[in-house]
């Protein structure tokens, strides 16, 4: 059974770096029929996809326009996990981010824990 | 980006009865749209896919329909454990779109 469990720190200074990681049990990061997305959600943006990264013969990204400067979404394959790294953040950053697969035909169909970060001083 | 509208934004409702919520996209999606149950403090479940599709384990009194530009959730004879609030989303291009949401409460 898959599960998807989160790790990194609930609290970043503006204009540092949120990292977070996904740990994946039950499937595989490099999987041929799945994708591994970042997901966040906050009271004023609501549900709101980051971006992901899958392997298809080679390493694929996609990612959220107005986060695209930003952000990096990671593959460990010697670890079985997926990491997201946000840059020069600022306190709208703040919200819980969530981990989660997707295959062919089912979006999202497992989701991590999530982990609130806070960007405060 | 597609616009994904969710109507009502909040529902009052009792058990037994049933509901419909509506989602409608910005532009034409086929029948990428997908439907999600969030409980205070847990990550969404995937209840319906493809617009119609009923997830693995999801009890049947949860149908979805709808394809183009127009969607509906319907649950029918509520249960205590259907108050939650319901997303919908769009998995037709990137960039994936959520729905604001919509609460159902007793």
Known sequence: QLQLQQSGPGLVKPSQTLS??????????????????????????????????YYRSKWFNQYEPSVKSRITISPDTSKNQFSLQLNSVTPEDTAVYYCARDTSGWPFDCWGPGTLVTVSS | AIQMTQSPSSLSASVGDSVTITCRASQGITNDLNWYQQK??????????????????????????????????????????????YYCLQDYNYPFTFGQGTKLEI
């Open chain 2, 40 to 85: 205070p403090g847990k990550a969404p479940d995937l209840l319906i896919y493809s617009a119609s599709n009923l997830q693995s384990g999801v009890p049947s009194r949860f149908s979805g329909g709808g394809s183009g530009t127009d969607f509906t959730l319907t649950i029918s004879g509520l249960q205590p454990e259907d108050f939650a609030t």
């Open chain 1, 20 to 53: 977070l990681t996904c740990a994946i049990s039950g499937d595989s990061v490099s999987s041929n029929s799945a994708a591994w997305n970042w997901i966040r959600q906050s009271p004023s943006r609501g549900l709101e996809w980051l971006g992901r990264t």
